[in-house]
């Protein structure tokens, strides 16, 4: 019998089966082959480096591709994701992020998914926990991907504006993101963007 494949040659099946899903076909036919099994097995692994290249494939399959996010949600992608939120390898987080930010975009199901789970919250947790750590490439990514997803949210849905208005930690943790000297101009200018579209323009005066 053959020998269990070892990590690393788990991690090239990832990295070739991430260029395939590339095109859109091959993304359908993974969800309709009944590939996302696999992958929320992979994502439940506790391997970071494997963990993060399937919420890549994730990513890249439901990345405007309605037909692929619906399968995805009725396949219960959003709960072994979600809980990559929390990992404590920084690729494994982005790479959660981007799959988060590709699934919720132009799906009601699951952006209904992540308005339950108060997204909201989850992100300026996921922030604040950030800026409070030594500024280094990689937070400067989980921050700028945070403020994205929120920004695409807030916009997108009342049930997510309203979260953030009653959420009492947003307005400190945008203006420490816009005060913060260390801090990349687009990254603070997509604070700022959430500021105004929040309505949280006192946040300024300060």
């Known amino acids: 019998s053959q020998a269990p494949a070892t990590i690393e040659e788990k991690e090239q099946l990832l990295d070739e089966l991430l260029d ?15 590939g996302l099994s ?69 799906s009601s199901e699951l952006h209904g998914y992540f308005s339950e789970h108060s997204g909201v919250s989850k992100l300026v947790k996921i922030l604040e926990g950030r800026i409070s750590n030594a500024p280094s490439a990689a937070t400067d990514r989980i921050v700028r991907k945070c403020l994205q997803i929120l920004k695409y949210a807030i916009d997108s849905s009342s049930v997510d504006t309203n979260q953030a208005r009653q959420c009492s930690s947003m307005e400190p943790i945008l203006s420490n993101i816009i005060g913060n000297k260390d801090e990349n101009n687009d990254v603070a200018l997509a604070a700022l963007d959430l500021i105004k579209t929040l309505g949280l323009s006192h946040a300024l005066q300060d």
Do not use: Y
Not at 42 to 63: F, K, N
């Open 38 to 106: 696999t992958l929320l097995h992979v994502l439940d692994s506790g391997i970071p480096s494997l963990q993060w290249r399937a919420a890549e494939v994730i990513a890249t399959c439901a990345q405007n591709n309605p037909e692929v996010q619906t399968s995805f949600f009725h396949g219960g992608v959003m709960d072994p994701v979600w809980a990559l939120l929390d990992s404590e390898d920084d690729t494994c987080q982005l790479k959660a992020l981007l799959g988060i930010s590709c699934l919720i975009r132009g």
């Open 20 to 34: 395939l899903v590339e095109s859109i076909d091959q993304a359908k036919d993974l969800s309709s082959i009944g």
